[in-house]
């Protein structure tokens, strides 16, 4: 063994079982290296869109200095990341959506009392030649551990923002977005009304998403056979969503039988049974971070059964009320109270509730029936009631409609041939002046639709 020193590694984010580096081999990785600088033409694809998001977000907050975080790693197990993706307030910002946005922080810094100039803080990509090592044994940040990142001058030209090292930042006062509530909600409503290229991104994301949902119909046959079939459910879809954006934009939900029951189904480990229903709640979030988010209810035998027909077209009656409520001017919860009232009428038709006033249809349908959607699933959750629960729909609002009715599979007050019914219909709308343009319309919706879909698609596959 040779009694050589080896290099020290302060700073570095090496591992415990990594192996000592000699001077002799540090040298050597230092040395005859080709230049490898990007394209001089390389820009973000929101290049352009981004000055406009700033100046707004200044003349919220003239005189002072903001602070907007990417987010850092967060350990999974031991030595072992998450997947990074950078806070969705930074990457409205900046454009930057990439994994490589690790610790950085955008700065808006007051210049005058009516305006910021926005600094970048980054790490940029590290030298080759200076002795520090960070390129080969930094298994965080190192370019050949991680990837390659682009050097200040390489971020200025990808940005149009100035950019300076990381280190450089300290800890400067201001608002900062990662605590300042107000900041916060401010930075969630300037994303409430989408631009022109957040709306195709959005159709982007719903035209993967469709395309996800086509391939789990196709693996119906192979998932059926396998004990674990609602996680081969999750699977088909994740490839699906990894192969054509960033991958899923939230846990994918693949819930059959009494499953679709819970909300947030994401064990995803049961078996499929052809004589239930799978309840599939999926979106793709495209490179761009802006994610579809939709749910069908389908029968795994092809065919509805009368009590599953039935259970299916009260909610999709709900959806249609709840859809027809959605134009400028409306009260966000509109669209929410149209289809509980055809909700809670259904149920008291059925005898389940004694008259369809009150709330009591709650009790099987548990949640609201939509939400903002965008660069978050849930987009623009930090907003004023006042300007979203409590406000009014505007032409570029994104959302979704998803009425439920579960039923659970104890329920008592249920008969027992609905019990353990799960049906869950979301589409994903943007709001235009005279309505709202059904983005998600290339998925069937009613029961012969999907019937007819599902028997084509696997008579293809």
């Not at 001058?153 to 509530?181: K, V």
């Not at 499953?259 to 979030?285: F, K, Q, S, T, Y």
């Not at 004694?354 to 949640?367: F, I, Q, S």
Request: charged share 25%; proline share 6%; net charge negative.
């Amino acid at each position: 063994m040779s009694d050589t020193p080896s290099r020290p590694t302060a700073g570095l984010n090496t591992g415990s079982h990594d192996l000592p580096v000699s001077p002799e081999l540090s040298r050597f990785m230092a040395s005859d290296w080709a230049p490898s600088p990007l394209p001089d033409s390389t820009r973000i694809p929101a290049y352009a869109l981004t000055p406009a998001r700033r100046a707004r977000l200044s003349a919220r907050f003239p005189g002072e200095r903001l602070i907007i975080p990417a987010g850092e790693l967060k350990v999974r197990s031991n030595d072992c990341d998450h997947r990074f993706r950078p806070h969705s307030a930074y990457a409205w910002l900046t454009g930057l959506t990439g994994e490589d946005q690790v610790g950085h922080v955008l700065v808006l810094e007051p210049a005058g009392p009516h305006a910021h100039e926005a600094v970048l803080y980054l790490r940029p990509r590290s030298s080759r030649a200076d002795g520090t090592e960070e390129f080969y044994r930094d298994r965080r940040y190192g370019e050949f551990w991680v990837g390659r990142r682009p050097d200040l001058a390489e971020a200025e030209r990808l940005t149009g923002l100035r950019c300076a090292h990381l280190d450089t930042l300290g800890s400067p006062a201001g608002r900062n977005a990662a605590t300042d509530t107000e900041l916060a909600a401010a930075l969630s409503e300037l994303r409430l009304v989408k631009d022109a290229w957040e709306v195709e991104q959005l159709q982007l994301a719903v035209d993967h998403t469709t395309a996800g949902f086509e391939d789990v119909v196709r693996a119906l046959p192979r998932a059926l056979a396998h004990p674990r079939g609602e996680r081969w459910i999750e699977g088909v879809f994740g490839l699906r969503a990894r192969a054509e954006g960033n991958g899923t934009g939230y846990d994918t939900i693949a819930a059959s039988g009494a499953h679709a029951c819970v909300l947030h189904w994401i064990r995803n480990d049961g078996r499929l049974d052809g004589d239930e229903l799978l309840l599939l709640d999926a979106g793709v979030e495209t490179d761009s971070l802006y994610t579809a988010d939709i749910t069908r209810t389908m029968p795994l035998s092809g065919h509805f059964s009368s009590v599953q027909r039935q259970v299916y077209e009260l909610v999709l009656a709900a959806q249609d009320a709840g859809i027809a409520a959605l134009r400028p001017g409306a009260s966000f919860r509109d669209f929410h109270r149209a289809g509980m009232r055809v909700i809670a009428e259904g149920l008291a038709e059925w005898g389940v509730l004694k008259h369809p006033e009150g709330d009591l249809h709650r009790r099987y349908t548990l949640c609201s029936s939509g939400h903002m959607l965008g660069l978050d699933v849930h987009d623009c959750a930090k907003a004023r009631a006042e300007t979203y629960l409590d406000g009014v729909l505007e032409e570029g609002q994104v959302l979704t409609v998803e009425p439920g009715l579960y039923l659970q599979p104890d329920d008592e007050t249920l008969p027992p041939e609905l019990r353990g019914i799960g049906v869950r219909i979301e589409d994903d709308l943007v709001i235009t002046a005279t309505g709202a343009r059904l983005m998600s319309g290339a998925l069937p919706r009613t029961v012969s639709g999907i019937e007819d879909w599902m028997g084509a698609l696997i008579d293809g596959s």
